[in-house]
């Protein structure tokens, strides 16, 4: 579902308030005003620029009036196929033609390496790598107008969060903003990258229910596809059933009350981290409280 006029550009450029933009972002909202992250999002569109994301959103939108057929990942057959090395979705393989920004990628092998992240040795959350360059975006984000020498700045910094999660939509969301406005051919890429991965998303549930939630490999990416969609969370995330995460929307013309996000996969990674026994006492715990 999606909003009319719903953009899917963070321009950095526009910066907006003194914020913390990867700490925030792990709990969705800008620390200054209680609002969620991506209500700094803005139209970059220039009358002969239309940028191929906004085109799948619109792609998407005019598709969603008809009945959908949801993909759900296999996420069995995703481990076995990104495992084998005889395989042609070999994730090591697959991992090196997406960092060398191969734009031949099938929309299956993305979807292999987006969820294949839980099989392979590739972090799902950056949050804690990545404070170290907090201060600095932080620091340009203040300013009412940016330079080229910053912008540059800022591609160095969400390259190294880019590298660390080459799937986070923020960073690659960045990256394209970033790269328009220097002219760069690069730009071309991460759009590629950025739309495939959203109408991946997508594919997989409307988030109206349980059951018909959007699967994703990141609780940042539950934000992001929140406000690709054109909405701002209220402030409110509850988990559901043990397998959802359910976030609340700010008041909207849809009467749209929320959205829910599949964690059940994160969650396996977490029992890696942690004793299976505590993890599922500590989620009974946070449901008694609700």
Not at 74 to 93: L, V
């Amino acid at each position: 579902m999606l909003r009319h006029g719903a953009w899917l550009l963070y321009d950095a450029d526009r910066g907006g308030n003194a914020i913390t933009f990867r700490a925030c972002l792990a709990s969705g909202f800008d620390n200054k005003e209680g609002r969620c992250i991506f209500h700094h999002i803005y139209k970059l569109m220039r009358p002969k620029a239309l940028f191929f994301v906004v085109l799948i959103l619109q792609s998407i939108a005019a598709f969603s009036q008809d009945k959908r057929t949801f993909l759900i990942p296999d996420f069995k057959n995703i481990k076995k196929e990104t495992n084998d090395r005889n395989s042609s979705n070999y994730y090591p393989r697959l991992l090196a033609r997406y960092m060398a920004n191969d734009t031949t990628l099938s929309t299956d092998e993305m979807r292999m390496l987006y969820y294949g992240t839980f099989f392979n040795d590739i972090p799902h959350d950056t949050l804690y790598e990545s404070l170290h360059f907090t201060d600095s975006i932080r620091v340009l984000h203040t300013k009412t107008s940016y330079t080229d020498d910053d912008r540059r700045n800022l591609v160095r910094y969400y390259l190294a969060d880019y590298k660390n999660n080459p799937f986070d939509l923020v960073a690659l969301n960045a990256l394209y903003s970033l790269y328009t406005h220097l002219k760069d051919p690069l730009a071309a890429v991460y759009d590629f990258k950025l739309g495939k991965l959203v109408r991946i998303i997508y594919e997989t549930g409307d988030g109206t229910s349980v059951e018909t939630a959007f699967y994703i490999n990141s609780v940042s990416d539950e934000y992001a596809m929140l406000n690709i969609m054109g909405y701002n969370s209220n402030g409110s995330q509850t988990l559901v059933a043990n397998k959802c995460d359910y976030l609340e929307v700010a008041g909207n013309t849809d009467h749209i009350k929320g959205f829910y996000f599949n964690v059940e996969q994160i969650f396996e990674g977490y029992k890696k981290m942690f004793n299976d026994v505590d993890l599922k006492k500590s989620l009974n715990e946070m449901n008694k409280k609700k």
